[in-house]
């Protein structure tokens, strides 16, 4: 079965696109990005954003967007059984559509990839990396967030990803 994927979240001002690969279960099941509560995207993203990690689910979409920061997956459908983004089944993948999104949000200046699936994911189904260089666009990719790839620390996971997001969205 085709699962398909949640709707961007960003305010037209957006600096910098945060994207992951596809939802996992527990988000599609609630319709929130990240709601795994052993994902470290909310606690990392709080502390490079300066808000509150637990707040409600729409306090902190606030925050993201007040910080410049716009968030979705590459993904926007495929066929998976479980979370875990090796269990995508190869050829069932549509890419979300990024052309409308970067025309709404056209002062974003970089593309952070929450580890290295988003990133491969968007190399393959969006834009080819060898073409990356020449669209002004700064992409990076960062440590996954997924409790799946919980070899970076807490602190040191948190560092980067502000280091990141310092970068991008500083006038």
Known sequence: MTLCGLAPVFASDARVLVLGSFPGERSLASQQYYAHPQNRFWPTMGAACGFDPRAPYAERLDALRASGV????????????????????????????????????????????????????????????????GSGLAFVTLPSTSPAHAAVRRNELAQRWREALGALTRD
């Open 70 to 133: 716009a968030l979705w997956d590459v993904l926007g459908a495929c066929v998976r059984v479980g979370s875990l983004d090796s269990a995508i089944v190869l050829g069932s993948e549509t890419a979300n559509d990024f052309g409308t999104l970067f025309e709404r949000c056209a002062g974003i200046r970089g593309v952070l990839f929450n580890g290295q699936k988003a990133r491969q994911s968007f190399a393959r189904h969006v834009v080819p990396e060898e073409i990356w260089e």
